[in-house]
């Protein structure tokens, strides 16, 4: 299962795995940071899932002959790109430049970014070697992944860095179906029929997330989002009892160090009071459900709503400014039903996005009321 990715030189624990490794900025006035914890902040913060990307050219021309993951494992050229939209944009938090798969690509399981396709594996795990054999994380598989978040951090001035991790059940069904899936009929077939296995398998995985959020946090990341990208593909009951203790294993195995949680699916309007509960302390939402009414099922059976991240739907990016700025300014007011709110898409930018659509947008939003 080897990588074709240079193995990185071994680095200390202090290096690694401690979080007090790095000296935490302190940022507690960052917009950002103030809305996640609740706080009100000095203006409402915004910034961009797929921020860094195809929608930049600058992005397009760095990323000529280079592939996705190995940019993903260059210190220096991770950082750049991370530093992309904070420059051209000026949103309230850069992104660390990452995909769900690089902790798989580091631990050694083979797999690819197909381009047009999405991540590849070249092995499926789909039976009890299989899962066994899948190799745990080590910190220093990350290192330079660290060495960029250590780059950004001393790059970025008052911008929060938020880190980046693929929650446990986005990666098993990676592992599962070889690659993205409609239905994600052999991940469902495997954790109603052995779910012995299953959780054997989730917690290999959630344990691989910490690790990786470990050390971007030792690093000095100021925030962290859990990103479950198919999580919405099941249903409540079956998110809750295959889905949600590791979770917030993840979740738990970061709470320590005191930054903020923000976990996100996509299609997980009916899943979200349980993805409240797995602990995170900012949950994104995607264009389906409105901040105002997902504030409201999410406070059901809490002492009140959390706060939330999103939502305005990608493809109105493409749409005129009138009906953008009427857009923005709907989701502006809806947030404020919840406990706190970071303006955000709701879901990841467009390819085809303006980019100067997307720094209209954060002059907009700064403009409203939090």
């Known amino acids: 299962m080897a990588s074709s990715i240079d193995p990185a030189p071994a680095r200390s624990s202090a290096h690694s795995e401690q979080l007090g ?29 797929r921020q860094a990307g195809r929608s930049l050219p600058e992005y397009r021309s760095l990323r000529q002959g280079v592939s996705m993951l190995n940019a993903c494992f260059d210190p220096a050229l991770l ?4 530093l992309q939209p904070v420059r051209r944009h000026g949103v309230d938090a850069a992104i660390l ?12 399981v083979e797999v690819e970014i197909a381009s047009g396709v999405g991540p590849v594996v070249s092995t499926p795990v789909r039976a ?14 990350v290192a330079p992944v660290a060495d960029g978040v250590r780059m950004l951090v001393s790059e970025l001035g008052e911008v929060p860095l938020i880190g980046f991790a693929g929650a446990p059940f986005t990666l098993a069904s990676y592992l599962i179906e070889g690659g993205p899936s409609k239905n994600h009929e052999r991940t469902k077939a495997l954790m109603h029929a052995e779910p012995e296995l299953w959780h054997r398998l989730m917690s290999k995985l959630a344990a691989m997330a910490v690790t990786f959020l470990r050390a971007q946090l030792a690093a000095g990341a100021d925030a962290v989002q859990l990103f479950d990208s198919w999580a919405g593909a099941l249903s409540e009951r079956d998110y809750r009892e295959f889905v949600l203790p590791h979770s917030t294993a993840v979740l738990d195995g970061i709470a320590d160090a005191g930054v903020p949680r923000i976990h996100f699916g996509v299609g997980t309007g009916e899943l979200l009071p ?13 264009w389906r459900v409105p901040l105002d009414e997902a504030a409201r099922r999410m406070s059901r059976d809490a002492a009140g709503p959390p706060a939330v991240q999103g939502n305005l739907d990608p493809a109105l990016l493409l749409a005129s400014w009138e009906v953008l700025d009427r857009q923005v300014r709907r989701i502006a007011d809806e947030g404020r039903a919840a406990a706190g709110h970071v303006f955000n ?8 996005t303006d980019a100067d659509v997307l720094t209209r947008i954060v002059d907009l939003v700064h403009e409203l009321r939090p």
């Not at 960052?30 to 409402?44: E, I, N, Q």
């Not at 898409?345 to 085809?352: A, D, I, R, S, T």
Request: proline share 8%; no cysteine; glycine share 10%.
């Open 345 to 352: 898409l709701g879901h990841g930018v467009l390819p085809e």
């Open 274 to 286: 349980a993805m409240r509960q797995a602990g995170a302390d900012v949950v994104g939402v995607d």
């Open 128 to 141: 009890a070697g299989d899962v066994e054999a899948l190799p745990e994380l080590h910190a220093e598989q």
């Open 97 to 108: 430049f990452s995909d769900i798969v690089v902790p798989l690509r580091a631990a050694g």
């Open 79 to 82: 950082t750049e790109i991370t």
């Open 21 to 49: 490794g790095q000296a935490r900025r302190d940022l507690a006035d960052a917009p950002l940071l103030a809305a996640a914890r609740g706080a009100t902040p000095s203006r409402l913060p915004v910034w961009f899932m």
